[in-house]
DNA sequence: CTGTTAGCGCATTCAC
DNA sequence: GTGAATGCGCTAACAG
């Protein structure tokens, strides 16, 4: 009934040899003669014959594939790193298990079991937080754990990230060189680190070098939603903020198009510089200023790293921050 | 040295049973006196046990994950999809092995021979064209294949998508009503179905009956890139064109985005109507007009329908066409 | 260089 | 209801 598949033994019966041997010229096995190596490679092509990766991986303990947590696909941002991730991961020969979590506490420890029930051989988190659950699940698993884009404040596993406390920094530095006082800060959860941490103090430090005080009136938390920051400018008008620091590219789309949808003039009334320099920021009118995350490398890199890890080579350096700079597009002067 | 995984047979050990019957609790037969099953689950919970998947996928010759091949999930449209196909995948107890093609033939068979190696119980396939030889794939493997937002001239396989035909007849109607008498239709590649066929039609059929007759001259074709729309303007131009039909969001925002940057009215001068409805329509300024697809639902579907035939259920019908309408938003008159 | 022998961890008859 | 025995398809020593 079920069309039978063909197994190694098959192969090796058809070429007069051991399954050994055919499996060690599926691997790619040095130790084995020229011709013999020649005649069950006919027979493989011959029986069209597959390894089932299934077995090999019981057999091995190595499924060559690894698990990735994103908490939104549709997320330019993550999907631009879950690029990076699989052309390394495809060039490494590994599989991806992509896996949305919403940021949910309770899915992200879900699928981190199943994850680990499949025996992928390496897991790349995103996501801007780390819950203690999820951290003591990372530290028990024996297998090896990257961050992509996410930081975490005990650094036990890879990560890789830009940094951003200087980078919003300089962006802060920049808007009060032109003159700015009410600089807003926008941002997704504060309770993230790389919100609540990182980049506000990257935020306060170059107001603090500037002689000015801060303001948390002009810290605005919001989730990281395009329709969130496009209801913004109302709150932002009524703090009469001139410029503004935002932390997502859909987010600062959105912050954008609610000022312009006030006939606010931009850059002219109000300057903008947006974060992860996603392909967004150059399609929106004007076009976005922003820092330039190299986003596909994020993802390439970290993916890298999971080889390693993977293979145990030594690494070493578990935290990889990758540079940044800041592109100014058309929401800021000059 | 490595950490010891604890089996089935621990458990069975531990819990003075035999691991037949660890097995039934772990897989919810009923077959198990109420006490057992709970000292059993004691057990588990105890040693912290989780069933290895592969082991089972071994023996059970069911994996419960699948392929989703797609062109690039760096792109709105098929992150979409895929957000869809992976939501209700969790719910089945699936889980994605997502992988990039880049709509390159041997990359894509590449892909499908290891996904079919890892013996994946059914394939989710994204791409405007189907290649003979991934036809011929389909046809050979067992595996259930389901088409998402694809269609191919031969269908063999399931499908799910919308009446493109139809819906681009709309938008070309509503265009020769209000007046418009050169309207671009700018596509990626006529060689693929959905725009060469499909679209192409609903296009050609609304204006023979109005009795515009058809100018090849008016025919856009393109790659699915946002460049390569914000690059048309000077060709749109030259043809006089004054309304477009556009096959992708991407490119549709760029063809916006290029026209306005020299200083074109939409839609007083020029309007547009896009094919995707994703959310980059909303995110523009002026907002695109657009056709709207339930994206998300089509990925959904798909995935529903996938489970199905995995599940050799009786399917009525392999190709469901979902419905469709059209927003009219900021780059259409009225 | 090649064959034999054991499992990998679990699902699944088939008895009891 | 429960246990013992097989085998899924392949890798990995271990001989020879």
Redesign the interface.
């Known amino acids: 009934m ?2 039978q598949t063909i197994t190694i033994y098959d192969v090796a019966r058809e070429a007069n040899v051991s399954m050994a041997t055919v499996s060690r010229v599926v691997n790619g096995n040095p130790n084995v003669k020229p011709v013999t190596r020649k005649k069950v490679l006919e027979v493989i092509d011959r029986l069209d014959y ?6 090999r ?2 057999a091995s303990k190595k ?1 060559t ?1 690894v698990g ?1 947590i994103v908490p ?3 997320n ?1 941002y993550f ?2 790193l ?2 990076g991730i ?2 390394i991961a ?1 060039m490494y020969k590994y ?6 979590s919403d940021q949910n506490n309770q899915k992200e420890v879900q699928v981190l ?7 992928v051989d390496g897991i790349i988190y995103m996501g801007y937080t780390i819950s203690d659950e999820m951290r003591a699940e990372f530290s028990r698993a ?1 297998t090896p754990v990257v961050l992509a884009g996410s930081v975490d404040t005990d650094e036990q596993v890879g990560n890789v990230n830009i940094n951003y406390e200087e980078a919003t920094n300089e962006v802060i530095q920049y808007f009060i060189k032109k003159g700015h006082q009410k600089i807003a800060f926008i941002s997704g959860p504060q309770s993230e680190p790389i919100n609540g941490i990182y980049r506000l103090n990257g935020y306060k430090k170059a107001l603090k070098d500037a002689g000015i005080s801060f303001d948390s009136g002009l810290v605005f938390e919001t989730d990281y939603s ?1 329709q969130s920051g496009e209801k913004l400018w109302g709150e932002l008008a009524s703090a009469g903020v001139t410029a503004a620091f935002v932390g997502d590219d ?1 987010l600062a ?2 912050v954008k ?1 609610g000022a ?1 949808d006030h006939q606010v003039n931009i850059p002219e009334d109000f300057e903008i510089i947006s974060s992860n320099n996603s ?2 920021t ?4 004007p076009k976005l200023s922003s820092i330039t995350q190299p986003l596909y490398d994020i993802g390439a890199v970290s993916m890298r790293l999971l080889t390693k890890l993977m293979n145990k080579e030594e690494v070493e350096e578990k935290t990889v921050i990758l540079p940044h700079s800041i592109a100014y597009r058309g929401t800021t002067k000059d």
């Open positions: 079920e069309k597959r390894p089932n990766a299934v077995a991986g019981l499924t594939t990735v939104d696909v549709t330019v999907s631009s879950a690029r699989d052309d495809t599989n991806i298990i992509l896996a949305n079991n199943t994850l680990l029930a499949k025996q024996k395009y859909e789309v959105g198009n312009i392909k967004l150059e399609m929106a009118r």
